[in-house]
């Protein structure tokens, strides 16, 4: 049995591996040790993600995966969580399968289902706090960083894909396919 953690931040801009200490802290209380760390910074509300499916391919039968809180791995819509959750469950021993199967599968789909309506109503709140102020004329978004955006179209006319523009021009992808979109 090994002990895989899994650390997630939504966005290039957040560390994704604040709270490994804590869950390295967890497992040493219970006398554990962490064999693999797992480590992104993407949207919990994509299945998109390449370190997660990385995870479940090392996984083995008895492997325990440790998250901070749910919502660290999961705010998928149901569908896509139901997948999620069937490869997570795939790993799983006999004997936990049996014993804690349904309250385990019970409690991680009612925690799933919350994290995500946060996550919906959280987008919702925002949406409309936006249209409020733009109807006011308070909002005018971010203001546009003409130098990020000077180096990303030289990046990219060099011929440098999505991704090698983002790490050289130390931005996101989105904002690169942004800029990359507007040109």
């Known amino acids: 049995m090994f002990i895989r953690a899994y650390l997630r931040a939504s966005t290039e801009e957040q560390d994704a591996g604040r709270a490994r200490a804590s869950l390295e802290q967890f497992a040493s209380d219970h006398n554990k040790v962490i064999a693999s760390v797992y480590l992104e910074n993407a949207s919990g509300a ?13 996984a083995r039968k008895g492997d325990v995966l440790l998250v901070e809180s749910i919502d660290r791995l999961s705010r998928l819509p149901v ?28 409690l991680v789909d009612m925690m799933a289902a919350i994290a995500r309506k946060d996550y919906e109503q959280r987008r919702e709140r925002q949406a409309q706090g936006i249209e409020k102020a733009k109807a006011a004329g308070k909002y005018q978004g971010r203001p546009i960083d003409n130098d990020m955006h000077k180096r990303v179209t030289e990046l990219l006319r060099a011929g440098l894909g999505v991704r090698a523009t983002a790490r050289h021009a130390n931005c996101s992808t989105t904002t690169v396919l942004r800029i990359r979109d507007r040109a």
């Open 46 to 58: 994509t299945a998109d993600r390449p370190e997660l499916p990385r995870l479940l391919k090392d």
């Open 79 to 106: 569908d896509d969580w139901q997948k999620l959750k069937a490869a997570m469950d795939s790993k799983g021993d006999e004997f936990t399968g049996r014993m804690l199967g349904a309250i385990n599968s019970m």
